[in-house]
């Protein structure tokens, strides 16, 4: 099992560029989830899926869209980059339920806006 | 909405020694607690959990410890070596996660 899959690994944009990140589960998750990190502020979610044909919006959810194609991927689109959006990206993906479950984390993609 | 307070930073200790970090939280309603271990460059990952039902739990070296009255858990590695070096993060769950914004530890040889 590959587990959480991120593409692509590095990516540098100039302003005003558009594109797309994707992730892919293969643990049968119900949930997944984009945080973004910051030297010095953790981890911040953007936007989350909770099941399959719901999204919701994280703690800094401005300047980002989501789409969940499947039970499998779920998808971060920045439609105009911003210097602000350079950072480390990570989606992760759990069962979402009763008693509370871990979060599986992808290896990440580094990217930088200029 | 729910808000995790970590502490400290940063963390120096030599080796063998303990390291004790500490996270509280706003939300009453959060019933579970992970803690993460991520190594510079690499992705978090899970090193240790607790739910809202149990007040302690031990893995080797490692132990958490929740106290849901005074809201706040702690992250207890005893006799640490230097591969435990690199940033830990705390997290509570209700809805969604909310982490606490990391203490990088550095074991000093």
């Known amino acids: 099992n590959a587990g959480v899959t991120q593409t692509p690994k590095f990516q540098v944009l100039k302003t005003g560029q558009s594109m797309t990140l994707q992730c892919a589960q293969d643990?049968?998750?119900?949930?997944m989830y984009w945080y973004r990190q910051d030297p010095g502020m953790g981890l911040r979610l953007i936007y989350y899926s909770a099941s399959e044909g719901t999204t919701d919006k994280g703690e800094v959810p401005n300047g980002y869209n989501v789409s969940r194609l499947n039970k499998r991927e779920f998808s971060l689109r920045l439609e105009s980059a911003a210097p602000s959006q350079t950072s480390v990206y990570f989606c992760?993906?759990?069962?979402f339920g009763q008693g509370g479950q871990p979060q599986h984390f992808g290896d990440g993609t580094r990217l930088s806006i200029l | 909405g729910e808000n995790v307070e970590q502490h400290p930073s940063t963390l120096s200790v030599q080796e063998g020694d303990s390291a004790v970090i500490k996270c509280t939280y706003s939300?009453?309603?959060?019933?579970?607690f992970p803690w993460y271990k991520q190594e510079l460059g690499k992705r978090p990952q899970l090193i240790i959990d607790?739910?809202?039902?149990?007040g302690e739990k031990k893995d080797q070296r490692i132990a958490v410890t929740l106290n849901k009255t005074a809201k706040h858990f702690s992250l207890h590695i005893t006799e640490t070596q230097p591969e435990d070096s690199a940033v830990y993060f705390c997290?509570?769950?209700?809805?969604?996660?909310?982490f606490g914004t990391g203490t990088s530890l550095t074991v000093i040889p």
């Open positions: 643990m049968n998750h119900n949930s």
């Open positions: 939300d009453s309603a959060s019933n579970y």
């Open positions: 992760a993906s759990s069962w």
């Open positions: 997290a509570a769950q209700s809805n969604q996660f909310y």
């Open positions: 607790i739910r809202s039902n149990v």
